[in-house]
Nanobody, 120 residues
Framework: QVQLAESGGGLVRAGESLRLSCSAS????????MSWHRQTPGNQRELVAT???????SYADSVRGRFTVSRDNRKNAVSLQMHSLKPDDTAVYFC??????????????WGQGTQVTVSS
């Protein structure tokens, strides 16, 4: 069984920074694409940032230039460094990983979410 453990959420003021971390644990797993999503009450979960196994990132327009996604393949971990936070960034942030167990099929897993609150 694969578990994604997130950490780093909290309450900050607008303009401040926060770093989220997520690590995947389980037997014989290889996380391929890892990503961060966020969700606010009553809204659909939206993609924030994605990073491939070879380190290629992509970002939602709303966070490009402010957020940086990175990963450590040795630790099966992904991080999201968030700068210049805005109240609109307030959400529950979820870590996501598409995992291979040695074959071609990928399995998708989600973390439990971590709350990020940005006050104005």
């Amino acid at each position: 069984q694969v578990q994604l453990a997130e950490s780093g959420g909290g309450l900050v003021r607008a303009g401040e920074s926060l770093r989220l971390s997520c690590s995947a644990s389980g037997r014989a797993l290889t996380p391929e694409t890892m990503s961060w999503h966020r969700q606010t009450p009553g809204n659909q979960r939206e993609l924030v940032a994605t990073i491939t196994r070879d380190g290629k990132p992509s970002y939602a327009d709303s966070v490009r230039g402010r957020f940086t996604v990175s990963r450590d393949n040795r630790k099966n971990a992904v991080s999201l460094q968030m700068h210049s936070l805005k109240p609109d960034d307030t959400a529950v942030y979820f870590c996501n990983a598409d995992v291979s167990f040695g074959g071609p099929k990928l399995h998708t897993y989600w973390g439990q979410g971590t709350q990020v609150t940005v006050s104005s």
